[in-house]
């Protein structure tokens, strides 16, 4: 598909250059028009590199082409992300005294925009006439999300996430917009995210660098698709969290119920398998825990060494899980984080444990420093419960969390 990437001058113009990756992984070609002010924010070469073709702003950059009627009428999708108040009230207007503005009034393909300013921006009379009157000639304007702004300011008129933009930009050409077709309506849905600490003593734990990204996109993806989700947090961090608040149009909310311990996850989780089609252990569960904890924090004495701590091993929670199934046609999914070894691979493992868990579905991916824990993309292979590879994904971990749901649908099937 030919997609034109219009991003105009706000704050939030550096997600436009992970929506950009992001549709180009996904085999679209993009042509990136940015008005002036969002090259303060971007440089062109840096959309120059991502998309490959060239970034031009005004409508004399290339006058033997005719760039500012050729570009629009060979679009099949034109995106606009952010979409500044500036923007809209400009293409509401028609006006056409840049590139971008005038491939707006060219273009006969569908047209989304994706706004992000300011809540009294977003909320004022004037911002929401031209979108209303944008809508009404056919534009297709995403409602922003709610959130951190900039500076300290929060509320609505957060530019939505580069996947969110993408799937709901991309639907308006299959028909099936965000809010349309929702293949995982109805269903109940746990996720387990992030990573457990077991306690030394009462300062100090054993923990994992797992930060629950993969965790919460597994979440916010299964919400978007219409599935009534409870998120099991294991010291996740607020910010992590934010993807979830508030809730996709038209989605249920989320209940997150936070934890520390493996115990406390595996009780937690436990409990809401009771009435889950679904159950997704994508967090980081410590295998082993001190066997005792001590009340007080344990003290450095000069010329002694501290006396061992000795560890015992923590409960199965997934194979547990897949044993038990809590309810009829329950499907339990698990991760594995695994590491190669001289003994075998990453694939390897992870069709060792895909048969040893019992589980209808087995997450796998490699993890280490600056690998998989605590990044923003992610790789992984999905094993059936035989140790067979039923599919791949690669990308930002929205992209591996969409995967992994449609993988969970073909295995329903």
């Known amino acids: 598909m030919r997609i034109l990437l219009g991003v105009s001058g706000g704050i939030a113009a550096y997600k436009a250059v992970l929506l950009l990756r992001l549709l180009r992984e996904q085999g679209h070609a993009v042509r990136v028009i940015p008005t002036r002010a ?26 033997p082409g005719v760039q500012h009627v050729a570009l629009g009428q060979g679009a099949d999708l034109v995106v ?56 009404e000639r056919g534009v297709h304007v ?30 308006v050409i299959t028909g099936a917009p965000a809010g349309a077709g929702r293949d995982l309506a109805g269903r109940n849905v ?28 597994l979440a916010a993806a299964a919400a978007a698709r219409g599935a009534h989700v409870t998120l099991v947090a294991a010291n996740i961090d607020p910010s992590v969290l934010e993807p979830l608040t508030p809730a996709p149009p038209g989605a249920p909310d989320v209940t997150v119920v936070p934890v520390g311990t493996t115990a406390q996850l595996a009780d937690a989780v436990h409990a809401a ?21 001590p009340e007080a924090k344990i003290k450095k004495v000069a ?37 190669g070894d001289a003994q075998a691979g990453v694939l390897e493992h992870g069709r060792r444990k895909a048969r040893r868990k019992g589980a209808d579905l087995l997450v796998v991916n490699a993890v280490g420093e ?13 094993l059936d419960g035989a140790g067979e590879v039923v599919a791949r994904a690669e990308g930002s971990k929205r992209v591996v969390a969409d995967a992994v749901w449609d993988a969970v649908l073909k295995t329903r099937s």
């Open 38 to 63: 969002a090259l303060r924010f971007v440089g062109a070469p840096t959309f120059e590199a991502l998309s490959g073709e060239p970034v031009t702003t005004e409508v004399f950059d290339d006058v």
């Open 80 to 135: 606009v992300a952010p979409a500044t108040a500036d923007l809209l009230a400009r293409a509401a207007a028609g006006r056409s005294d840049d590139l971008l503005t005038s491939t707006l009034l060219t273009a006969r393909c569908p047209v989304v925009m994706a706004p992000a300013m300011h809540t009294e921006m977003w909320e004022h009379p004037a911002t929401r006439a031209n979108v209303a009157t944008l809508r």
């Open 142 to 171: 995403i409602e922003p999300a709610s959130g951190r702004l900039t500076g300290k300011d929060t509320g609505p008129g957060r530019l939505p996430e580069p996947e969110d933009i993408a799937r709901e930009a991309l639907g």
């Open 190 to 217: 746990v996720v387990s995210a992030g990573g457990t600490r077991e306690p030394i003593d009462p300062v100090r734990f054993i923990g994992n660098r797992s930060s629950g990204r993969q965790g919460v996109a």
């Open 273 to 293: 398998a009771a009435a889950a089609d679904v159950v997704v252990m994508a967090a980081a569960v410590a295998d082993f825990r001190p066997e005792t904890v």
């Open 303 to 339: 010329g002694r060494h501290p006396e061992p701590i000795r560890l015992v091993e923590n409960p199965d929670i997934l194979a547990g899980l897949a044993r038990e199934r809590r309810r009829p046609g329950q499907l339990v999914v698990g991760f594995a984080a695994e590491t």
């Open 370 to 382: 600056q690998q998989g824990f605590g990044t923003t993309s992610n790789e992984v292979t999905v």
